[in-house]
């Protein structure tokens, strides 16, 4: 059975950082790409960062330059840090794991929710 456990969400000052986390289990994901997806009220959920098996990455404009996301393949766990956080950062975060040769083969978190504010 598929478990995916994140961490790291919660309230943070603008200009402040966070450490997401989520870890993987009940599954071999070596094949699997691993990502952050965002969605705030009324807007659609959008593609934060993500990385390859191999370590490809790729980031949001609106994040990049500030967010750095990793993974550690031996633990099927991958973070995402951020760093000078905004306001408009402000959403539910996902974490999401997808199979690179079978892309409906998909495992989503159950969200983890960051407000950025003072």
């Known amino acids: 059975q598929v478990q995916l456990v994140e961490s790291g969400g919660g309230l943070v000052q603008p200009g402040g950082s966070l450490r997401l986390s989520c870890a993987a289990s009940?599954?071999?994901?070596?094949?699997?790409?691993m990502g952050w997806y965002r969605q705030a009220p009324g807007k659609q959920r959008e593609l934060v960062a993500a990385?390859?098996?191999?370590?490809?990455?790729n980031y949001a404009d609106s994040v990049k330059g500030r967010s750095t996301i990793s993974r550690d393949n031996a633990k099927n766990t991958v973070n995402l840090q951020m760093n000078s956080l905004k306001p408009e950062d402000t959403a539910v975060y996902y974490c999401?794991?997808?199979?690179?040769?079978?892309?409906?083969?998909?495992?989503w978190g159950q969200g983890t929710q960051v407000t950025v504010s003072s």
């Open positions: 999401n794991l997808r199979h690179v040769l079978l892309p409906t083969r998909s495992y």
């Open positions: 009940g599954s071999d994901f070596s094949l699997y790409a």
């Open positions: 990385v390859t098996s191999s370590g490809s990455t």
